[in-house]
């Protein structure tokens, strides 16, 4: 059973930063590995991504700023955030597909299969 559990949300003033960890298990890590973000009356948006063989992606909103990394050993997919901004302010998911798949596909949230329950991030003064 894949189980993808979030955490390391908080609230956070603008130019702060805060790490986003997800605990795995059940997983072979052989698919794309993600963090999505969304916020009420808005579409589910992919933040970063990491495909099976190591290449990653990250959305021109964050790029520079946020920083995806897995570590197997650790059965963790991290989101590392830096210069928080009022619009990264959002529940942030991370999520995994079955089968592996090209960075450019990673980037696509219907082709994921496991989602975890998210973690809230507001940044505020």
């Known amino acids: 059973q894949v189980q993808l559990v979030e955490s390391g949300g908080d609230a956070v003033q603008p130019g702060g930063s805060l790490r986003l960890s997800c605990a795995v298990s059940?997983?072979?890590?052989?698919?794309?590995m993600s963090w999505f973000r969304q916020v009420p009356g808005s579409a589910r948006e992919g933040v970063a991504a990491v495909a099976y063989y190591g290449t990653d992606s990250h959305a021109d909103s964050v790029k520079g700023r946020f920083t995806i990394s897995k570590d197997r050993a650790k059965n963790r997919l991290y989101l590392q955030m830096k210069s928080l901004k009022s619009d990264d302010t959002a529940m942030y998911y991370c999520?995994?597909?079955?089968?592996?798949?090209?960075?450019?596909?990673?980037?696509?949230?219907?082709?994921?299969?496991?989602w975890g329950q998210g973690t809230q991030v507001t940044v505020s003064s």
């Open positions: 059940g997983y072979d890590y052989r698919g794309c």
């Open positions: 999520a995994a597909t079955r089968s592996g798949l090209g960075i450019t596909a990673c980037l696509d949230d219907f082709r994921y299969d496991y």
